[in-house]
C-alpha cells in the first residue's frame, strides 16, 4: 500500500506553500525521513521529509503549485509494490480495439497535462516509468522524435533572359542581434514581501522625517573596546547593537510607536521585541530580538551574528522571525546614503541605517569633518504625530552622539 506524502502544518498565520521543488523524481528511491520534496511559505523555505521508505512512484503536485497543510503531495510505495511485475508470455495477436476504446495508460500527472497541452496521443508513447508508466521525459521525447525534418526549399530556376535581365539588389540589412530573456517563477517569499509592501502603502498613512547622526562617539568606542569584546564575547562589536539600545530608550520615551492599531484601539506594548532585517538572497527577512530591553550588547550581537548564519543556512524558523513591535533595517551595508524604509506592518515605525560617510559639519562656530550618518524613521502618521516622529529621532540621535547614556535609558 502506498504512503501518501502530505504538506505538514506550516506555522502560526501560515494557511498555504507553494512546492518549490522536489529533491526526488518519480521512480528514485527514497530512505525513511529523506527529505523528499521542498515547501516554500512566505516566511521560510521547509522540506518534507518521507515517513516511510521505499520508491517515489508518484507526483501529484509538480513545481510551482499552491498547496495547504494536509495536501497529498505525491506517492511512496515499497520496493516490491513499485517493482515492475515479470514479463508475461506475450497474448496473440488480436483485433485493434474499437474507436472510442482506446487501451489504458499508466502516465504521470505532469505526463498528462504535458499530453495534453501538445496534442500527444500517450498510447502512442513508449513509457520508462516503473511498470512502464509514462513519464514526462518520455512525452517530450516523443515530441522531438516526432517533430518533421525542416524541408529545403524548393528553387524553380528563371529563364534565361528574365535572369539576365534582373535587376542588382541592394545588400540586406544584417539581422537584428538575439534579445535574450529568461523567465524566473517568484519564490514565495518574495511574493509576500511585495504584497505585504504594496499593502502597507495602502493602509497606512506613513510618512517618514530624517536626521543626521554624528558617529564620532560611537567610534572611537567601538576602536577602544574592539579587540577585547571579541576576545570575551566571540564576536565583533558592531553599530547595531548600539542602534538597538538607542531605539528601545527612545521607545520608551514615545511608546506610540511601540504600538499596533487594531481597529478602533491602539494596542501600546511595554515590551520591546526588535526586528533586525537581514538580506538574504530569496528576499528580506526580519528575524526577531526578543526582550531586546533587556539584552546586554554582547547578547545583541551574538543574536544578530546567529541569524545573519541561520540565513545563509536557510535554518530560521518560524519563531525566529513571529512577531516584533518596531524594525531597525540597515542600508548602509550594501552603500545607500539615504532612504525612506517601508513599515513592517502591523508594526507603526521603522529605522532606516545608513552608510557612515565623512562630511564638514560645523561644530561650534568651526567646519570640521566628522563621520556622518543619515538616519530615517518611517511612522504611520494615523497614530504617531509629526511632533512625537521627529522627537523620537532626535532622541536617537542624542543616544548615539552620547553612547555614556545607553547604560542608562537604553
Same mark, same amino acid.
Given at each position: 500500500?502506498?504512503?501518501?506524502?502530505?504538506?505538514?502544518?506550516?506555522?502560526?498565520?501560515?494557511?498555504?506553500?507553494?512546492?518549490?521543488?522536489?529533491?526526488?523524481?518519480?521512480?528514485?528511491?527514497?530512505?525513511? *525521513?529523506?527529505?523528499?520534496?521542498?515547501?516554500?511559505?512566505?516566511?521560510?523555505?521547509?522540506?518534507?521529509?518521507?515517513?516511510? *521508505?521505499?520508491?517515489?512512484?508518484?507526483?501529484?503536485?509538480?513545481?510551482?503549485?499552491?498547496?495547504?497543510?494536509?495536501?497529498?503531495?505525491?506517492?511512496?510505495?515499497?520496493?516490491?509494490?513499485?517493482?515492475?511485475?515479470?514479463?508475461?508470455?506475450?497474448?496473440?495477436?488480436?483485433?485493434?480495439?474499437?474507436? *472510442?476504446?482506446?487501451?489504458?495508460?499508466?502516465?504521470?500527472?505532469?505526463?498528462?497535462?504535458?499530453?495534453?497541452?501538445?496534442?500527444?496521443?500517450?498510447?502512442?508513447?513508449?513509457?520508462?516509468?516503473? *511498470?512502464?508508466?509514462?513519464?514526462?521525459?518520455?512525452?517530450?521525447?516523443?515530441?522531438?522524435?516526432?517533430?518533421?525534418?525542416?524541408?529545403?526549399?524548393?528553387?524553380?530556376?528563371?529563364?534565361?533572359?528574365?535572369?539576365?535581365?534582373?535587376?542588382?539588389?541592394?545588400?540586406?540589412?544584417?539581422?537584428?542581434?538575439?534579445?535574450?530573456?529568461?523567465?524566473?517563477?517568484?519564490?514565495?517569499?518574495?511574493?509576500?514581501?511585495?504584497?505585504?509592501?504594496?499593502?502597507?502603502?495602502?493602509?497606512?498613512?506613513?510618512?517618514?522625517?530624517?536626521?543626521?547622526?554624528?558617529?564620532?562617539?560611537?567610534?572611537?568606542?567601538?576602536?577602544?573596546?574592539?579587540?577585547?569584546?571579541?576576545?570575551?564575547?566571540?564576536?565583533?562589536?558592531?553599530?547595531?547593537?548600539?542602534?538597538?539600545?538607542?531605539?528601545?530608550?527612545?521607545?520608551?520615551?514615545?511608546?506610540?510607536?511601540?504600538?499596533?492599531?487594531?481597529?478602533?484601539?491602539?494596542?501600546?506594548?511595554?515590551?520591546?521585541?526588535?526586528?533586525?532585517?537581514?538580506?538574504?538572497?530569496?528576499?528580506?527577512?526580519?528575524?526577531?530580538?526578543?526582550?531586546?530591553?533587556?539584552?546586554?550588547?554582547?547578547?545583541?550581537?551574538?543574536?544578530?551574528?546567529?541569524?545573519?548564519?541561520?540565513?545563509?543556512?536557510?535554518?530560521?524558523?518560524?519563531?525566529?522571525?513571529?512577531?516584533?513591535?518596531?524594525?531597525?533595517?540597515?542600508?548602509?551595508?550594501?552603500?545607500?546614503?539615504?532612504?525612506?524604509?517601508?513599515?513592517?506592518?502591523?508594526?507603526?515605525?521603522?529605522?532606516?541605517?545608513?552608510?557612515?560617510?565623512?562630511?564638514?559639519?560645523?561644530?561650534?562656530?568651526?567646519?570640521?569633518?566628522?563621520?556622518?550618518?543619515?538616519?530615517?524613521?518611517?511612522?504611520?502618521?494615523?497614530?504617531?504625530?509629526?511632533?512625537?516622529?521627529?522627537?523620537?529621532?532626535?532622541?536617537?540621535?542624542?543616544?548615539?552622539?552620547?553612547?555614556?547614556?545607553?547604560?542608562?535609558?537604553?
Amino acid at each position: 500500500m502506498a504512503t501518501e506524502i502530505r504538506v505538514p502544518p506550516l506555522g502560526e498565520s501560515i494557511v498555504e506553500a507553494t512546492v518549490g521543488r522536489w529533491l526526488k523524481r518519480e521512480g528514485d528511491p527514497v530512505a525513511v *525521513g529523506e527529505p523528499v520534496v521542498e515547501l516554500e511559505t512566505e516566511k521560510v523555505n521547509t522540506e518534507v521529509p518521507a515517513d516511510e *521508505g521505499g520508491v517515489l512512484v508518484q507526483i501529484l503536485r509538480p513545481e510551482g503549485a499552491t498547496v495547504r497543510p494536509g495536501e497529498v503531495l505525491g506517492l511512496i510505495a515499497a520496493r516490491a509494490e513499485a517493482a515492475p511485475p515479470p514479463p508475461a508470455e506475450a497474448p496473440a495477436p488480436s483485433a485493434a480495439p474499437e474507436r *472510442g476504446e482506446p487501451a489504458r495508460v499508466r502516465a504521470s500527472p505532469l505526463a498528462q497535462r504535458l499530453a495534453a497541452e501538445l496534442g500527444v496521443d500517450l498510447a502512442a508513447v513508449p513509457g520508462t516509468g516503473p *511498470g512502464g508508466r509514462v513519464t514526462r521525459a518520455d512525452v517530450e521525447a516523443h515530441v522531438q522524435r516526432q517533430a518533421p525534418e525542416p524541408a529545403a526549399p524548393a528553387v524553380t530556376p528563371a529563364p534565361p533572359q528574365e535572369r539576365a535581365a534582373a535587376p542588382t539588389l541592394p545588400p540586406l540589412a544584417p539581422a537584428a542581434p538575439a534579445r535574450p530573456e529568461m523567465r524566473q517563477r517568484l519564490s514565495r517569499r518574495r511574493l509576500t514581501i511585495a504584497r505585504r509592501l504594496v499593502e502597507a502603502q495602502h493602509t497606512a498613512a506613513m510618512l517618514t522625517t530624517f536626521n543626521e547622526i554624528d558617529m564620532s562617539a560611537v567610534i572611537a568606542l567601538r576602536e577602544r573596546w574592539r579587540a577585547t569584546f571579541r576576545e570575551q564575547y566571540g564576536v565583533s562589536l558592531g553599530y547595531m547593537s548600539f542602534f538597538t539600545k538607542a531605539v528601545v530608550g527612545a521607545l520608551k520615551a514615545f511608546p506610540q510607536l511601540n504600538a499596533e492599531l487594531q481597529g478602533e484601539e491602539l494596542v501600546i506594548k511595554h515590551y520591546y521585541d526588535i526586528g533586525i532585517a537581514i538580506g538574504d538572497p530569496e528576499g528580506l527577512v526580519v528575524p526577531v530580538l526578543r526582550d531586546a530591553d533587556r539584552l546586554t550588547f554582547a547578547q545583541i550581537e551574538q543574536a544578530i551574528a546567529a541569524f545573519v548564519q541561520k540565513a545563509r543556512e536557510r535554518t530560521l524558523t518560524l519563531e525566529d522571525l513571529r512577531g516584533g513591535t518596531f524594525t531597525i533595517t540597515n542600508g548602509g551595508v550594501f552603500g545607500s546614503l539615504l532612504s525612506t524604509p517601508i513599515l513592517n506592518p502591523p508594526q507603526v515605525g521603522i529605522l532606516g541605517m545608513h552608510k557612515i560617510e565623512e562630511r564638514p559639519v560645523v561644530v561650534n562656530g568651526q567646519i570640521v569633518i566628522r563621520p556622518m550618518m543619515y538616519v530615517a524613521l518611517s511612522y504611520d502618521h494615523r497614530v504617531v504625530d509629526g511632533r512625537e516622529a521627529v522627537l523620537f529621532l532626535v532622541r536617537v540621535k542624542e543616544l548615539i552622539e552620547n553612547p555614556e547614556r545607553l547604560l542608562l535609558e537604553g
